[in-house]
């Protein structure tokens, strides 16, 4: 044979051979990709497998089934590494629900992590609640729920991230208190009342928060308020619908006095929680461990005596004496009142509230308040303790 025709089979078999290695390269390379990608999909299933067991298990609305698909999935390791594996450099805080962690994403987004703790209070439950009531609610005083990661027995969510932490880490700091002045906190009365509004009467699901206190209001860099933790929240039809539970829950000091000894709950819940929050704004004092050298009253019934006197001004809080409007802290003061009212149908509701805020005619006069005295609360806790029936998670916090 010829040498160029030796030459001539030896470059096609070294072509061939070329093609064949490049044609199996590709082929790993596409069956690689392949598994990696159906491994995130089982990943990503498995996370959503374990919401569809649990929602349809109590028998939930596909509508909250929906609300997971519109909500993006996290992978652990990508919370891991925004976290530094949840260092606790990175932890900012600590609920019923869990820690709470500061996480950085490789884009550079900040983000708040909710991790559930294996010994918390709360559990599936209220992790479900949490997404099913907040995935589709869109209020710039609600805070803004971006995702979620299901991985094992791992439940976490994932917030957007509020510079200022919340707002009882700033009423009740001698520190920091004085940082708030009287505008801002003004404005942080008038945010709560519409988020809270948005919820009871314009969202498309009408919610029942049951956990309004200042700790789950949360500040974002410009001191507006955002409503957060929706584990214990509930969903009603009807805009005065009374239900009844069992299954007491909440943080002494905020809860109505219907649903603490009765386990009656409605939007007027939500005013009694709101109340009390805006007399602790305007004071700078907690409701529960107050005290004053001249009765034994708690805040409400501290604020209920100035108020007969005609002294209301004399609950704002000292550090607001450079910055205050009078008119704005009694109205704020009467407002709370007549929000703290005993019976629920004294209440106003939030729509009316925040038209009261806002405007300047005269007020209804408020009735005594409920809890208007630490014995209350002494009193409730020892029924609490001897009715397990009743109450069966009541938050000390």
């Not at 006197?309 to 009142?337: F, K, P, T």
């Not at 630490?374 to 409730?380: G, V, W």
Request: glycine share 6%.
């Amino acid at each position: 044979m010829a040498a160029s025709e030796l030459a001539g089979k030896s470059s096609f078999k070294r072509k061939k051979l070329i093609i064949l290695v490049v044609v199996l390269s590709v082929s790993s390379v596409a069956l690689l990709l392949s598994a990696v990608a159906y491994t995130c999909r089982k990943k990503k299933k498995n996370g959503r497998g374990y919401w569809t067991h649990t929602l349809n298990k109590d028998h939930t609305s596909a509508d909250h089934v929906e609300n997971l698909d519109e909500l993006p999935f996290f992978s652990l390791h990508k919370i891991a590494k925004a976290t530094n594996n949840f260092h606790v450099d990175n932890k900012i805080g600590e609920g019923g629900f869990g820690p709470v962690y500061k996480g950085v994403l490789k884009e550079g987004q900040v983000i708040a992590i909710k991790r559930l703790s294996e010994t918390s209070q709360q559990g599936p439950d209220e992790f479900k609640n949490e997404v099913c009531c907040i995935a589709k609610l869109q209020h710039r005083n609600l805070v803004k729920l971006l995702g979620y990661c299901v991985d094992g027995n791992e439940k976490i969510l994932i917030y957007e991230y509020m510079d200022n932490k919340s707002l009882d880490s700033f009423l009740f700091d001698e520190t920091r208190s004085s940082m708030l002045d009287w505008p801002q906190r003004f404005e942080i009365i008038h945010g709560m009342a519409r988020g809270i509004l948005y919820l009871h009467q314009d969202s498309r699901l009408q919610i029942i928060h049951r956990d309004l206190k200042a700790a789950n209001i949360l500040l974002d860099h410009e001191m507006n308020p955002k409503i957060s933790d929706f584990g214990l929240a509930r969903k009603f039809v009807g805009h005065d619908a009374m239900a009844k539970t069992r299954n007491i829950v909440g943080t002494y000091g905020y809860i109505s006095p219907e649903y603490a000894v009765h386990g009656h709950i409605s939007v007027k819940s939500d005013v009694f929680s709101f109340g009390v929050i805006v007399l602790e704004i305007v004071s700078g004092k907690k409701n529960r461990g107050f005290s004053h050298e001249g009765h034994s009253d708690n805040l409400l019934g501290h604020a209920w005596r100035l108020y007969k006197e005609g002294n209301s001004v004399e609950l704002m809080n000292a550090s607001l004496h450079n910055s205050y409007v009078v008119s704005q802290i009694q109205r704020s003061i009467h407002v709370g009142l007549l929000c703290v009212q005993q019976h629920a149908e004294d209440r106003p509701t939030m729509s009316s509230v925040v038209s009261m805020l806002i405007s300047e005619g005269t007020l209804p006069p408020p009735k005594q308040p409920a809890f208007f005295t630490e014995e209350n609360y002494r009193e409730l806790e020892f029924d609490s303790s001897l009715n397990d029936d009743m109450i069966t998670l009541l938050y000390a916090r």
